[in-house]
Every structure is written in C-alpha cells, then in structure tokens.
Nanobody, 126 residues
C-alpha cells in the first residue's frame, strides 16, 4: 500500500518560513513526478510546485507563478521524501497543503497524480 505523509505545517507570521516534508512509502518504483498542491477553505485546489526526475541524478523543478521565487521544492537522494521550503510567506498562502506522487498524464499543474497524502495545514497570520 502506497502512503504519502505530509508534515511540517503550522502557524507562522507573514514573512516567516516553513519547511514541509512528504514521506512516501510502499512505492515499488520511483515516480518521475512529485507535486505539491494546496486548497484554502472555499477555494479550488491549486498547484504549487513539482519536481521531476531527469535521468539518474538530474531533477527539474516547476513552480506556480504565485510562489515562484519564494518556495523551493526538492527530493532526497533515495527519491522517497519530498520537501517544500516556503519563505516570505503571505496570508494568502494559508491552506491545506497536499503532496502527490506519480503523474498519470498531462501537465503537473492539472493534478492528475495517482497518489495523494492527507495534507498538512499552513496558516499565515499576524
């Protein structure tokens, strides 16, 4: 059974930082794509960032415009833990953050991933 578990969420003041983790277990293979998404109350889920494996050692990262320059996505060497470093947080970043693994098709932004975590809450407020 594949399990994705997010951690690292919490409450922070505007301008602060948080680092989210997503630990994957039960995968029989290394997915090419991992992604981060978020959903605020009353709003649709939106893409945040993604990372794809290029060959054995290379990675490519992708970001939504509203987090570009503030967030950084990374994957550990074993390919089973993904991170989202969030800096210069804004109140509009408040949402439940979800990680996802194994893009089924299309662009990562569309969110067609096979596996999803349960989410970790991020609240940015003064």
């Amino acid at each position: 059974q594949v399990l994705l578990v997010e951690s690292g969420g919490g409450s922070v003041q505007p301008g602060g930082s948080l680092r989210l983790s997503c630990a994957a277990s039960g995968l029989a293979y290394r997915p090419t794509y991992f992604g981060w998404f978020r959903q605020a109350p009353g709003k649709e889920r939106e893409a945040v960032a993604a990372i794809s494996r290029n060959g054995f050692f290379g990675f490519s990262t992708y970001y939504a415009d509203y987090v570009k320059g503030r967030f950084g996505v990374s994957l550990n060497y074993a390919g089973n833990t993904m991170y989202l470093q969030m800096n210069s947080l804004k109140p509009e970043d408040t949402a439940m953050y979800y990680c996802a693994a194994d893009l089924i098709g299309g662009s990562w932004i569309d969110g067609a991933f096979r596996y999803w975590g349960q989410g970790t809450q991020v609240t940015v407020s003064s």
